[in-house]
C-alpha cells in the first residue's frame, strides 16, 4: 500500500519559512525586512487561496502578476513579490526536500533604477533653518537629523540607539544593522552638540536615545512612523519632500563628491557590496558642472581654435560677383554669403573652389 502524500498549502509553508529566516539562516534577517516577508506572503496566500503549493504551476505565476499589476503596484513591488516567491519556493527545494514547480522559471521583471534621492548643501540649509528649536520637540527633531547627516545610519539603526550606547568623548557608536552586522559609526561635533542640547532638556530615566513627547502618553521609544509624520511637516513649509532614507543618502553622495573611495562609503553605510553603495550615491549637477569646467582641457586645440579665422576674398576678388557686396565673403569663391545662401535655395550656383581661410595675426 503506497503511503498517502500530504499536501502542504503556502499559508503553512510561509509560516514556516519566515520562521527560518528568523532563525534557521545562519545570519538571521533583519526585523524590519521579517516585516516586509510577513506581508508579502499574506499578500500571495490571498491570491493562491487555498491551493496546494505541489500544484503551483505557470498559470498561477501569471495569475501572481496579472493580479498584483491590476492593484496598481508598481514594477519594483511585482520584482519583491516574485522573488519573495522564489525565495519561498527555494526554501521548500533546499530544506525539505520538495519537488515543486521550479524556481527559474519565474522571470522577474527588470527593474528601471530611478536617479538617487538626495538633497544639495542648500537644500539642507532650508531643511535646517525651517527647524523650529525653541520646543523639546524641534531639538529632538534637529538632533534627528544632523545624526542622519553625520553618520548616514537608517532610520531603525538610529532610533536604537540608547542614551549609554553613545561614546560622547570619541563621538561614536556601535549599532547592529541589516543581517545583525555589527558597525562603527561616527559622529561630528555639530550633531553632537544637538545631542547633547537635547539630552539636557530631557527629565525622564528612559534609556533610549530619543522618545515620545505627548502629554498623557506613555513614555516609549520614538518610532520610525514618528520620524516620518514629523519630516511630513517640515516637507509642506519647505515645498519638497524630506524624507530619512534621501538624509542617508545625502551623506553618501556628499562624502563621494568630496573624494571618499567608495568602499570606504561602503563600510559607513553598512552594506553588503560595493554595487549597493555605487546606487546610494547620487550626482550633484553643480558639482557635475564644475567638474567639467575644472577637468576638461584640450590643450593645444583650444589654443588654436581660440584664434578666429578670418574669411578673406579669394584671389581676384574684392567684391562680389553677384552684387558687388565687399561684406561678409562666403567659403564659395566669389560669393557674399547672400548672394551664396540665394543660388544655392535656386540650384543656380557653380562654385570653383572655397576661399582661403588665413589665421588672423
Known amino acids: 500500500m503506497e503511503p498517502i502524500q500530504t499536501q502542504h498549502y503556502f499559508k503553512d509553508i510561509a509560516q514556516e519559512f519566515l520562521v527560518y529566516c528568523q532563525f534557521g539562516k545562519e545570519t538571521p534577517v533583519a526585523k524590519t525586512t521579517l516585516v516586509g516577508y510577513g506581508r508579502g506572503v499574506k499578500l500571495i496566500n490571498k491570491i ?39 525565495s519561498v519556493l527555494r526554501y521548500c527545494r533546499e530544506e525539505r526536500d520538495m519537488e515543486l514547480f521550479p524556481l527559474e522559471k519565474i522571470k522577474l521583471p527588470k527593474i528601471k533604477w530611478r536617479d538617487v534621492e538626495f538633497y544639495s548643501v542648500s537644500q539642507v540649509e532650508k531643511i535646517i533653518s525651517t527647524i523650529e528649536t525653541q520646543t523639546i520637540h524641534g531639538i529632538r527633531l534637529m538632533a534627528v537629523v544632523a545624526g542622519f547627516l553625520d553618520s548616514g545610519m537608517r532610520i531603525s539603526e538610529l532610533l536604537s540607539l540608547d542614551r549609554t550606547s553613545i561614546d560622547y568623548g570619541d563621538g561614536s557608536a556601535y549599532i547592529t544593522g541589516k543581517g545583525g552586522k555589527m558597525r562603527k559609526v561616527f559622529f561630528r561635533q555639530w550633531s553632537m552638540d544637538w545631542i547633547r542640547k537635547y539630552l539636557a532638556q530631557r527629565t525622564d530615566s528612559n534609556p533610549a536615545l530619543f522618545v515620545v513627547h505627548h502629554p498623557g502618553y506613555e513614555l516609549a521609544r520614538l518610532r520610525p512612523e514618528d520620524v516620518r509624520k514629523m519630516m511630513r511637516r517640515i516637507s509642506k513649509t519647505l515645498g519638497f519632500k524630506v524624507r530619512p532614507h534621501a538624509l542617508r543618502r545625502t551623506f553618501a553622495t556628499l562624502l563621494h563628491g568630496n573624494g571618499v573611495d567608495i568602499r570606504f562609503l561602503q563600510a559607513l553605510l553598512g552594506h553588503s557590496s560595493v554595487q549597493v553603495t555605487e546606487r546610494y550615491v547620487g550626482v550633484d549637477q553643480v558639482m557635475l558642472k564644475a567638474m567639467v569646467n575644472t577637468k576638461m582641457n584640450y590643450g593645444l586645440a583650444e589654443a588654436v581654435t581660440s584664434q578666429m579665422a578670418n574669411i578673406r576674398w579669394a584671389k581676384g576678388h574684392d567684391q562680389c560677383i553677384e552684387c558687388g557686396q565687399t561684406r561678409r565673403p562666403h567659403l564659395a569663391r566669389g560669393y557674399c554669403d547672400s548672394c551664396y545662401m540665394n543660388a544655392r535655395n535656386h540650384k543656380e550656383l557653380n562654385t570653383h573652389g572655397v576661399l582661403a581661410l588665413q589665421a588672423a595675426a
Open 48 to 86: 493562491f487561496g487555498d491551493k496546494p503549493i505541489e500544484n503551483l504551476d505557470a498559470n498561477d505565476v501569471l495569475l501572481l502578476r496579472k493580479s498584483i499589476l491590476e492593484r496598481g503596484c508598481t514594477i519594483s513591488y511585482l520584482h519583491k513579490i516574485l522573488s519573495m516567491l522564489r
